[in-house]
């Protein structure tokens, strides 16, 4: 039987129906508590007031409306099958000659779009506000100066002290040992009372200053001199650099290819960002397969066990897909494992789960 398309507009109906009511009471939940883990970290921070932590929280809320959307799915898909077999209308559907997969292809299709319209608007969107989230956060609660940026023209960083602060400039970097090539210091003391320019050929990171190497130095009072060695006191490491990247979830979508191209460009490693948008691409997939282990879920359920099944097997398989990709995703930031097989491994084992539920409760 070929599915109406009167029916078909029903079942899209519901099944929205649902997922909206999911997302909005999820959204509530995550706010209300980002909010009072926000308050608990600028507890004894003075500048941090309840204005800037209501401003960080609400920034950060399109970030964590795509982490729990996987779960908006599975509990709103959940919601509106039950609904549905509670009422006898997956019933009446299945005697007319409505098999499970045409009953399922509207709420499928309206969760493919979801997934779509995640990853190619609403992520910029996201990835925008993350970014002035993470500015406020560093201002308020971390108090981070020490700022990294790439470009096709090569690196920039910025350190800062109590005595004034230094923009570096460097072609390229050898990412092992941390040492800059065709590098260009401009230092100023204060915010903005420039003090003194080197150019040179080298500047490797050590403990507590930059080593550099075969040089000259500028200052506005005295001609330009050669140096064989200079060390620029610094407090940066390896480590601390590498955080300053920009991180994966404040790049957009669409801006991730060049930003990947441009990082590796510069010597440094695009594992994280590449990981980031492989994920991305396998959400929608990723959805579509949370649509098909509600369904297993919900649809042959009855009245009396129904709603408790229906919620004790989405609290577990919440549980368990929470688990799988936290730990599938460090495995491939690790680089234990591929970075393909790390990102699509979550949508593909769910997708399997879904299917062989479904084709053992119709077939089996």
Not at 223 to 240: F, G, Q, R, V, W
Not at 341 to 362: D, S
Request: hydrophobic share 50%; with cysteine; aromatic share 10%.
């Amino acid at each position: 039987m070929r599915l109406s398309l009167t029916l078909s507009t029903y079942l899209g109906r519901q099944y929205a129906f649902w997922l909206a009511s999911a997302f909005c009471a999820l959204m509530g939940i995550a706010l209300l508590f980002d909010l009072v883990e926000m308050m608990r970290r600028a507890s004894g921070k003075e500048d941090a007031t309840m204005a800037v932590i209501l401003q960080m929280s609400l920034f950060k809320l399109p970030h964590l409306a795509e982490s729990i959307l996987p779960f908006t799915v599975l509990f709103g898909a959940m919601f509106a099958f039950w609904r549905l077999a509670n009422a006898n209308e997956i019933v009446v559907a299945r005697s007319a000659g409505v098999s499970i997969w045409q009953f399922l292809f509207p709420a499928m299709i309206c969760t493919l779009g979801v997934g779509i319209f995640q990853i190619t608007i609403f992520n910029p969107f996201s990835a925008v506000m993350l970014s002035k989230f993470e500015s406020i956060e560093a201002k308020y609660l971390k108090r981070t100066t020490s700022m990294l940026a790439v470009s096709r023209n090569g690196l920039w960083l910025r350190q800062s002290d109590a005595g004034g602060q230094a923009v570096i400039h460097a072609l390229r970097v050898s990412k092992e040992e941390m040492k800059l090539h065709d590098v260009i210091v401009f230092m100023f003391e204060g915010s903005d009372k420039f003090v003194g320019r080197i150019d040179a050929e080298t500047a490797q990171l050590k403990v507590g200053y930059w080593d550099i190497r075969d040089g000259w130095i500028s200052t506005p009072n005295r001609a330009a001199h050669k140096i064989a060695k200079y060390e620029l006191p610094s407090d940066l490491t390896l480590t601390k650099i590498q955080e300053s990247f920009a991180s994966p979830e404040t790049m957009s979508f669409w801006d991730l290819p060049d930003f990947i191209d441009e990082l590796e460009a510069a010597g440094f490693s695009g594992h994280r960002h590449r990981l980031h948008l492989h994920s991305l691409v396998a959400l929608p997939v990723l959805l579509c397969a949370m649509v098909l282990v509600a369904a297993a879920f919900t649809v042959h359920i009855n009245r009396r066990s129904g709603a408790f099944f229906a919620l004790i097997g989405g609290v577990v398989i919440s549980f368990l897909l929470y688990i799988l990709g936290d730990v599938v995703y460090a495995l491939g930031l690790s680089t234990n494992v591929p970075t393909q097989l790390a990102a699509w491994t979550p949508a593909g084992v769910t997708m399997m789960i879904g299917l062989a539920l479904l084709l053992h409760l119709e077939d089996g």
